[in-house]
């Protein structure tokens, strides 16, 4: 089995010793992830736990099995932020962005409550209704009460309602014990699977929140989890010299300090946008914190951005190497494509001769190379990321290695990388606008 290819030096432009020092300041951390993860689901690392809960994984199992019984033709996955965001990262990054345009199960993501986003994708789902399909919704909310959920929820029960004689069947909740959803899913007969209540939804996708629907699209569940493990056993190793986790971390917290404090996601393949949709959440909603965990205002955080290769280097690139020296970056690319396409040796030996009879993947390899060597002549410091290929087993590595990337930094800032908030104010907000209060 390969390994996913991590590269940080000489581009991240940081001498090796300094790296050594702050990943041994992780030691204690790594030190107290070890004592959580034999605490199960007790401690704020219950999100280390999720890959070892073996029953869990079979309850989900289960009712995967139950509900590929209503022959689903359709599938909505209801769900905003960290009750998204994973599922559809790993979900794009194996089945692509046109996954809808395939034969088979289409997938419809109802998040933001945009009218006219929300009526095109009803609108698709009530022709399927209409056309005897079979439409699944799993409805996924940690707090059971998230605003966008609960409407996008109301209005997918009343068309269900109006289609399916049995509407309960086709409805799986996935939220927090006692929550209000989950009191409502028990009173209308609803399936409903679980999250930890200590699993928050930046670090949810191992656990129903990603493992149901993913499972129900195809994807291989057994083989995430595994490569969850591995990477989980991997970065709790901090002090080694491949170890992708603690050496990013340490890696942000010196550019950091040194002003660069924006941390680009350079992706390489389009496939990987919602991953990188995803990590900019995790970064954003775990680090941004106004106070340490002992009350000292800092106002820390870093700015993630996500830009596409090589579609961005039309776009972004000026700014990213002329630009002020306030950016550290991650690429990330893919060894291995699904397919092979080759570039005919008709019009491209006039156009652009040297790239005639090769294929896309040599080109997409080569303009990767000439950034990172661009980026070197420019200063600008960088670490690479190769994933052998896109599958269960490496994504989900590298979502559990991004995981524990941002623990270790938030403990470098001594920072609580597992609340937010500052979310909670706008949604408390809201709500009193709603209520005119
Ligand atoms: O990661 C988080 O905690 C947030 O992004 C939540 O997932 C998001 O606000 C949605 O909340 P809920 O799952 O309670 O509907």
Redesign the pocket.
Known sequence: VKKLNFVYTPHCLIEQKEIKQVQAALAPVAEQMRSALLQGYATDYASLSVPDDASMLATVQELIADKKRLNPTVLVII?????NLGTRAFHEALYGTLHNERPGLKVYYLDTVDTDSTHDKLERIEHELRNNGSVLVNV???????LE?AAQFSVILELLKRYTPAYQEHVVVTTDRDSALWRLAHEQGFACLEIPRKV???YSVFSPVGLFPLGLIGVDIEACIQGARAAREHALQVHLPDNPASIMAALLAIQYAAGLTIHDTFLFSPDLESFGKWYR?LVA?SLGKATTTQGQVVNIGLTPTVSIGSTDLHSMVQLYLAGPHNRFTTFIAVENARRQLQIPDTTARTLAPAMAAQSFATLMHAILQGTQKAYERAQRPFVSWVIPEKNAWYIGQLMQYKMMEVMYLGSLWNINPFD?PH?ELYKQETQRLLAHE
């Open positions: 769900g905003i932020g960290g009750s996924v909310s940690k707090s059971g009460t998230t959920s928050g939804g930046r959440q909603e937010q979310v």
